[in-house]
């Protein structure tokens, strides 16, 4: 090989399986690590006899590629991509492209973007999920950035992202500037409330019924043949079901329950904050990571709080293990509801042209969340464009009748035995407010208009108008500016 096809810096797990990816589809690629004895490591290893060529510093790697040129980074996301492209640019061309692919801030990706743009280079900030497997056999792939260089890369893209029944691949431009990570940063939200809603249903039966892991492990196995088939409740079914080597006893039971997160989920909550848009299941996902970090806490507070005392379960086991799926199946699909409803009102804050249905397209498959149940948001988004909520498309209204009596006698026992339900409980509220045409709103405005003269509107008068009531007698009848941060 003279030349490669794009040069990728960064070898770590997900860096090596994109470019073993990239080579097994015959595309060529020169790849650099800091670390040049990871270079050597994987060329005489993994990458021994593929279309891959290392080498030892950015310089050599620039030479190494066909114009115009197309460097990936792999690289943690913050201040180290800032660092590498302040490298690579002295060596490039006007016209060559930068691809960022990590999991970087989508403000981050607005600025290098347009700081780019101004110097003349290309710049594409890309999402890709799917872990180690979905890298190295086909991940999903969220470009966005300057449009002018997804025809560079489109065809490599598209040819290492997976593919759905007919071919389709998980990977099409999203939009401008900061638009590919953007989705991405939503996609690991939801992935936060998914991966939570599992858990709460895990901790339902486990406290509830008192099941063990096996048992539990036959649940989601058949949970994964019917409309919550995903690679989340597939996996889960494998993880219940281990057993440690040494000492026989469920790998689960083992593992300390102390949870870890790099960041995204917290900021979907904070861009939902700022957006005014409803994440509730998601950020209660990401509070229940950080409740379970206080683990010396809690062990402390165990030992002098006391719960509910609870009776043992005497109910129909099969019935409730089917309300627990149907609870599951409902908040999901109010997860994914506020995951859409903020994408849109990111695109109406930042001028993205963002395609919904093609958004479902890319999760269907190769992240995490892939799941059958995205290709009925596809059809939702496929036959209403301008869908303001999947709550209100006929076939997600249908699932949430058929679950809801589920959903509310789960959420209840779980209370009455003491076992947190955050994102199921949230998700439901979520959903009976929605669902509401009045809310207790109107004392919450007469609130801010007695102590701030904050104003209200009326329910006899136009929207848009607003007023101001001297209650106690003794204010004046100046109103503070009615507004919304």
């Given at each position: 090989?003279?030349?490669?096809?794009?040069?990728?810096?960064?070898?770590?797990?997900?860096?090596?399986?994109?470019?073993?990816?990239?080579?097994?589809?015959?595309?060529?690629?020169?790849?650099?690590?800091?670390?040049?004895?990871?270079?050597?490591?994987?060329?005489?290893?993994?990458?021994?006899?593929?279309?891959?060529?290392?080498?030892?510093?950015?310089?050599?790697?620039?030479?190494?590629?066909?114009?115009?040129?197309?460097?990936?980074?792999?690289?943690?996301?913050?201040?180290?991509?800032?660092?590498?492209?302040?490298?690579?640019?002295?060596?490039?061309?006007?016209?060559?492209?930068?691809?960022?692919?990590?999991?970087?801030?989508?403000?981050?990706?607005?600025?290098?973007?347009?700081?780019?743009?101004?110097?003349?280079?290309?710049?594409?900030?890309?999402?890709?999920?799917?872990?180690?497997?979905?890298?190295?056999?086909?991940?999903?792939?969220?470009?966005?950035?300057?449009?002018?260089?997804?025809?560079?890369?489109?065809?490599?893209?598209?040819?290492?992202?997976?593919?759905?029944?007919?071919?389709?691949?998980?990977?099409?431009?999203?939009?401008?500037?900061?638009?590919?990570?953007?989705?991405?940063?939503?996609?690991?939200?939801?992935?936060?409330?998914?991966?939570?809603?599992?858990?709460?249903?895990?901790?339902?039966?486990?406290?509830?019924?008192?099941?063990?892991?096996?048992?539990?492990?036959?649940?989601?196995?058949?949970?994964?043949?019917?409309?919550?088939?995903?690679?989340?409740?597939?996996?889960?079914?494998?993880?219940?079901?281990?057993?440690?080597?040494?000492?026989?006893?469920?790998?689960?039971?083992?593992?300390?329950?102390?949870?870890?997160?790099?960041?995204?989920?917290?900021?979907?909550?904070?861009?939902?904050?700022?957006?005014?848009?409803?994440?509730?299941?998601?950020?209660?996902?990401?509070?229940?990571?950080?409740?379970?970090?206080?683990?010396?806490?809690?062990?402390?507070?165990?030992?002098?709080?006391?719960?509910?005392?609870?009776?043992?379960?005497?109910?129909?086991?099969?019935?409730?293990?089917?309300?627990?799926?149907?609870?599951?199946?409902?908040?999901?699909?109010?997860?994914?509801?506020?995951?859409?409803?903020?994408?849109?009102?990111?695109?109406?804050?930042?001028?993205?042209?963002?395609?919904?249905?093609?958004?479902?397209?890319?999760?269907?498959?190769?992240?995490?969340?892939?799941?059958?149940?995205?290709?009925?948001?596809?059809?939702?988004?496929?036959?209403?464009?301008?869908?303001?909520?999947?709550?209100?498309?006929?076939?997600?209204?249908?699932?949430?009748?058929?679950?809801?009596?589920?959903?509310?006698?789960?959420?209840?026992?779980?209370?009455?035995h003491g076992v947190p339900v955050p994102a199921f409980s949230s998700a439901l509220a979520y959903f009976d407010g929605y669902r509401s045409d009045r809310l207790p709103a109107n004392l919450l405005q007469a609130q801010r208009d007695y102590f701030g003269a904050h104003t209200y509107e009326r329910t006899d008068r136009p929207r848009g108008e607003f007023f101001h009531t001297n209650w106690t007698g003794r204010g004046g009848d100046t109103a503070s500016?009615?507004?919304?941060?």
């Open positions: 090989m003279s030349q490669a096809d794009i040069g990728l810096i960064g070898l770590a797990v997900m860096g090596e399986n994109l470019v073993l990816n990239m080579a097994s589809h015959g595309i060529g690629v020169a790849v650099y690590n800091r670390t040049t004895s990871r270079v050597d490591d994987f060329i005489s290893g993994r990458a021994q006899g593929q279309p891959i060529i290392g080498t030892h510093s950015p310089e050599a790697l620039i030479a190494q590629l066909k114009k115009p040129r197309r460097i990936m980074l792999m690289v943690q996301a913050g201040s180290a991509v800032d660092r590498v492209i302040e490298q690579l640019l002295p060596l490039l061309d006007p016209g060559d492209i930068i691809i960022d692919g990590g999991n970087s801030n989508y403000q981050d990706t607005v600025r290098r973007t347009r700081e780019l743009t101004e110097k003349g280079f290309l710049y594409i900030g890309t999402g890709v999920s799917g872990g180690e497997e979905g890298a190295l056999k086909g991940p999903s792939i969220m470009p966005g950035g300057n449009p002018e260089a997804w025809p560079h890369v489109k065809d490599i893209f598209q040819s290492i992202a997976a593919k759905v029944e007919d071919g389709s691949p998980c990977c099409d431009w999203v939009g401008a500037n900061g638009a590919g990570h953007y989705v991405k940063m939503i996609h690991n939200g939801i992935e936060y409330g998914d991966m939570q809603m599992i858990c709460e249903a895990y901790d339902v039966m486990r406290h509830v019924l008192g099941m063990e892991p096996a048992e539990m492990a036959e649940v989601f196995a058949e949970w994964n043949g019917g409309e919550l088939d995903s690679y989340l409740i597939e996996i889960t079914a494998e993880i219940l079901a281990k057993k440690d080597d040494e000492s026989g006893k469920p790998m689960i039971d083992l593992i300390l329950d102390a949870a870890g997160q790099k960041g995204t989920g917290k900021w979907t909550g904070i861009d939902a904050l700022q957006l005014g848009a409803v994440a509730t299941a998601i950020t209660e996902a990401v509070y229940a990571r950080s409740l379970s970090a206080l683990k010396d806490e809690r062990v402390a507070a165990a030992a002098v709080l006391q719960g509910p005392d609870a009776q043992p379960f005497t109910g129909d086991r099969s019935a409730f293990i089917e309300d627990v799926r149907c609870a599951l199946y409902a908040s999901k699909i109010c997860s994914y509801a506020q995951g859409f409803q903020l994408l849109r009102m990111a695109a109406v804050e930042y001028d993205w042209q963002l395609n919904f249905g093609s958004i479902a397209l890319m999760w269907r498959g190769g992240c995490i969340i892939r799941a059958q149940f995205l290709g009925r948001i596809k059809e939702a988004f496929d036959a209403d464009s301008q869908l303001a909520n999947l709550l209100l498309a006929p076939y997600f209204q249908q699932a949430i009748a058929q679950s809801q009596s589920s959903w509310r006698r789960v959420i209840a026992k779980a209370v009455e500016t009615a507004y919304n941060v």
